[in-house]
């Protein structure tokens, strides 16, 4: 899919492919439970990547070198070690997640922030921050934190 702004395309189908490939192996570690394929988790939304770049990480999936985000690449598996996520503990889950966390950062961080740069641009050249900076004051996005979503159990 192209980029609002078409010199944006490029940069935004590299920061797709990272992101995507990156995502396959997260969510294997937040929605699997050790010992079980069918178990879902609920995610501490803590727990998810930030919007900037940050510290290096250990790598688990290979989209780096000729792909130029043309294609998605395929995600291996997560595992700690020689063991695979079936047999992890939850502390090892934990740890997993945090490292692939640290990963996103590595990896796709520097994408984003190249991306989101060039399309602010593009955005501003189409005259649509105003539209924007109106919207979010008359309806702007909550955190699930905030009152709009209130977290008893029904």
């Known amino acids: 899919m192209d980029s609002l702004a078409p010199e944006c395309t490029r940069a935004k ?29 609920t995610p501490d939304s803590s727990q998810a990547p930030s919007s900037g770049t940050a510290q290096s990480a250990g790598s688990s999936f290979s989209l780096w070198g000729s792909n130029k985000g043309k294609e998605r ?22 740890k997993a997640i945090k490292s692939k966390i640290a990963e996103y ?19 501003k050249a189409k005259g649509l921050d105003d539209l924007i900076a109106a919207a979010r004051a008359e309806d702007p ?12 159990e029904r």
């Open 13 to 41: 189908q590299e920061y797709d492919a990272c992101f995507h490939t990156w995502l396959d192996g997260y969510l294997n570690l937040v929605v699997l439970r050790p010992g079980s394929s069918s178990q879902a988790a």
């Open 105 to 123: 950062d590595a990896k796709c961080g520097s994408l984003w922030t190249d991306y989101r740069s060039c399309l602010q641009n593009g955005i």
């Open 73 to 94: 690449a395929s995600a291996t598996q997560p595992t700690a070690g020689d063991r695979s996520l079936s047999s992890m503990t939850e502390d090892e889950r934990q």
């Open 141 to 152: 996005l909550l955190r699930p934190s905030d009152e709009a979503f209130p977290t008893d």
